[in-house]
């Protein structure tokens, strides 16, 4: 079956509309981490004094008009699949005017050769965000079309089953909403950092001991810094946090500063880390892999390549003895599937796109339609074919029309 047309559009699906007030304010409220981690973990380095984020954020910087950007691949039959990723008109654009003319012709079963492909084409720009994010939409759209023509839903085609449940974890500061909704595994994000010094660290010991004392020991907690730390102070906050039993500190430091985190393995080999959501394809979890430095990998499976990016990924991972858990996993219909189909992957993140205001149901999170949300502490993909989602064509438009 040989493809007939790539190409990247809007999502201007029917949004799922919130009914339920909020039950009481958020004391988190207007500040990202809510929904990501970016102002409290970086406001340990700025944002206390500057709030530069949030005023990016407000010019749709980091998130806004055309942020989004869905892809459709079609084929002879007119059978068509779905993918997703972000950052808008470039995405589209690397879609449309570099991959899309390359692959019309090519049989629709051949994800593994059009992933090599995709990534020879765009290697002259570099494995960037922008590059892995339009391959991510793609490669997504490729195997949500190929589990339309065979009638099987992904996690299936991959060789998983859904009869035993993977532990969820959920990512936000309000932790005791988090536990009524039926959590059991938890996630905070950092409120202060290198520039508080002493006083910070012991603000952070305050947070991580309250939530400790409120979810008990039966439960995992785990610390997320958001790319904000340097090495001493990563070490100084891993050694005070000891008594509190976390299962990673994830993102410690920026994403491209690998041979940093090898001086903080070093520095603290004892400490669980984990990091990976802003890496872009596939050798810098290889290189992470092969030196040890890292113990969970976090990839975003709409950045980093899509799919077949991170089954490379997942390999990679378990002949090194290690895991990975997939950046917001939880929070699409594509990140579920994966994490179901490929033994490597430990547990599911619920972040942002899944979490609700305090007292509103989570079905009332706004999502893609056919998009299953955690019920009872637990989360299943859609055994429809492909990934499951419920999408009309005339709710994509093309993006540049």
């Given at each position: 079956m040989?493809?007939?047309?790539?190409?990247?559009?809007?999502?201007?699906?029917?949004?799922i509309?919130?009914?339920?007030?909020?039950?009481?304010?958020?004391k988190?409220?207007?500040?990202?981490?809510?929904?990501?981690?970016?102002?409290?973990?970086?406001?340990?380095?700025?944002?206390?004094?500057?709030?530069?984020?949030?005023?990016?954020?407000?010019?749709?910087?980091?998130?806004?008009?055309?942020?989004?950007?869905?892809?459709?691949?079609?084929?002879?039959?007119?059978?068509?699949?779905?993918?997703?990723?972000?950052?808008?008109?470039?995405?589209?654009?690397?879609?449309?005017?570099?991959?899309?003319?390359?692959?019309?012709?090519?049989?629709?079963?051949?994800?593994?050769?059009i992933?090599?492909?995709?990534?020879r084409?765009?290697?002259?720009?570099?494995?960037?965000?922008?590059?892995?994010?339009?391959?991510?939409?793609?490669?997504?759209?490729?195997?949500d079309?190929?589990?339309k023509?065979?009638?099987?839903?992904?996690?299936?085609?991959?060789?998983?089953?859904?009869?035993?449940k993977?532990?969820?974890?959920?990512?936000?500061?309000?932790?005791?909403?988090?536990?009524?909704?039926?959590?059991?595994?938890?996630?905070?994000f950092?409120s202060?950092?290198?520039?508080?010094?002493?006083?910070?660290i012991?603000?952070?010991?305050?947070?991580?001991?309250?939530?400790?004392?409120?979810?008990?020991?039966?439960?995992?907690?785990?610390?997320?810094?958001?790319?904000?730390?340097?090495?001493e102070?990563?070490?100084?906050?891993?050694?005070?946090?000891?008594?509190?039993?976390?299962?990673?500190?994830?993102?410690?430091?920026?994403?491209?500063?690998?041979?940093?985190?090898?001086?903080l393995?070093?520095?603290?080999p004892?400490?669980?880390?984990?990091?990976?959501?802003?890496w872009?394809g596939?050798?810098?979890?290889s290189?992470?892999?092969?030196?040890?430095?890292?113990?969970?990998?976090?990839?975003?499976?709409?950045?980093?390549?899509?799919l077949?990016?991170?089954?490379?990924?997942v390999?990679?991972?378990?002949?090194?003895g290690i895991?990975?858990?997939?950046?917001?996993?939880?929070?699409?219909?594509?990140?579920?599937?994966?994490?179901?189909g490929?033994?490597?992957?430990?547990?599911?993140?619920?972040?942002?796109?899944?979490?609700?205001?305090?007292?509103v149901?989570l079905?009332?999170k706004?999502?893609?339609?056919?998009?299953?949300?955690?019920?009872?502490?637990?989360?299943?993909?859609?055994?429809?074919?492909?990934?499951?989602?419920?999408?009309?064509?005339?709710?994509?438009?093309?993006?540049?029309?």
């Open positions: 040989k493809i007939t047309k790539v190409k990247a559009v809007r999502t201007e699906y029917p949004r509309p919130q009914k339920t007030k909020p039950r009481k304010a958020d988190y409220a207007g500040k990202i981490a809510t929904g990501s981690p970016m102002s409290t973990s970086l406001g340990g380095r700025y944002f206390h004094t500057e709030g530069w984020w949030d005023h990016a954020l407000m010019k749709g910087v980091g998130a806004g008009i055309e942020r989004d950007v869905g892809c459709i691949v079609e084929c002879e039959d007119g059978s068509w699949g779905f993918g997703f990723s972000d950052r808008g008109r470039i995405t589209a654009s690397i879609i449309d005017d570099y991959i899309a003319p390359n692959l019309i012709g090519r049989n629709v079963f051949e994800t593994e050769k992933y090599d492909m995709m990534t084409i765009l290697s002259p720009i570099g494995s960037n965000s922008f590059s892995t994010r339009a391959i991510s939409a793609v490669d997504l759209a490729l195997w079309l190929k589990g023509l065979l009638g099987r839903p992904i996690y299936e085609i991959l060789g998983g089953s859904i009869t035993e993977i532990p969820l974890y959920a990512s936000s500061n309000n932790t005791e909403w988090l536990k009524e909704l039926g959590f059991k595994n938890f996630k905070r950092i202060w950092g290198p520039r508080d010094q002493l006083s910070g012991n603000k952070v010991e305050k947070e991580i001991a309250d939530a400790r004392d409120l979810i008990g020991y039966e439960s995992e907690l785990m610390l997320d810094c958001w790319l904000s730390m340097d090495i102070t990563t070490v100084r906050v891993s050694e005070q946090l000891k008594p509190y039993k976390l299962k990673w500190i994830e993102d410690a430091l920026l994403s491209e500063s690998i041979t940093q985190y090898e001086v393995r070093n520095r603290i004892q400490q669980t880390l984990a990091t990976g959501e802003h872009y596939v050798h810098p979890f290189h992470a892999a092969s030196k040890g430095i890292i113990d969970i990998l976090q990839p975003d499976i709409t950045w980093v390549g899509g077949s990016a991170i089954i490379k990924i390999h990679i991972a378990e002949s090194a895991d990975v858990i997939l950046h917001g996993g939880g929070g699409s219909a594509f990140g579920q599937h994966a994490s179901y490929l033994t490597g992957i430990s547990m599911i993140e619920c972040s942002g796109p899944v979490i609700t205001p305090i007292g149901p079905e009332e706004d999502r893609f339609p056919g998009t299953p949300v955690p019920k009872d502490g637990t989360i299943i993909p859609s055994d429809a074919p492909g990934f499951g989602l419920e999408m009309k064509k005339e709710w994509l438009p093309d993006f540049f029309s």
